[in-house]
């Protein structure tokens, strides 16, 4: 894969939209800001001229980088390696249930309530854990 210089980004060209393909980035007159013709939406350069962001009235704003020929995310999120990160979660925990599974069961069998009731909680924890980590945006 090719990695791409980040280039500062000219007020005076045209660019094309990062959120969708088929707008252009125009310059608006008299500002250091870029306006979509396709979807309105308005972007203003940061001040070290090598960022746009989006304005609007989302909390959370998105801001990408120029690399010479398309538009990259500025900052990389946790969230945008989702999948590969569960895959790797699921396998772990695969191993270590293939691994431990059979000890902790010898061990379950010779002790009293309260081991089921403690490996009970730590499945339930785990399990919280796992459904609060994919459902975060």
């Not at 990389?76 to 249930?97: D, E, G, P």
Request: glycine share 2%; net charge positive.
């Amino acid at each position: 894969m090719r990695s791409y210089k980040i280039q500062k980004i000219d007020l005076s060209s045209e660019y094309p939209c990062p959120c969708r393909r088929k707008g252009n980035l125009k310059p608006i007159v008299l500002t250091e800001a870029l306006g979509c013709d396709r979807c309105q939406q308005i972007f203003v350069v940061k001040k070290d001229g090598q960022i746009i962001e989006q304005l609007s009235s989302i909390y959370q704003k998105k801001s990408w980088r120029w690399t010479g020929n398309r538009w990259k995310n500025a900052y990389a999120r946790w969230t945008q390696s989702y999948l590969s990160t569960m895959a790797l979660l699921a396998l772990a925990s695969i191993i270590v249930a293939i691994v431990l599974l059979p000890l902790v069961l010898r061990w379950l069998s010779s002790q009293s309530i309260i081991s089921w009731a403690v490996l009970f909680l730590v499945v339930t924890i785990l399990l919280i854990l796992t459904l609060f980590v994919a459902y975060r945006h």
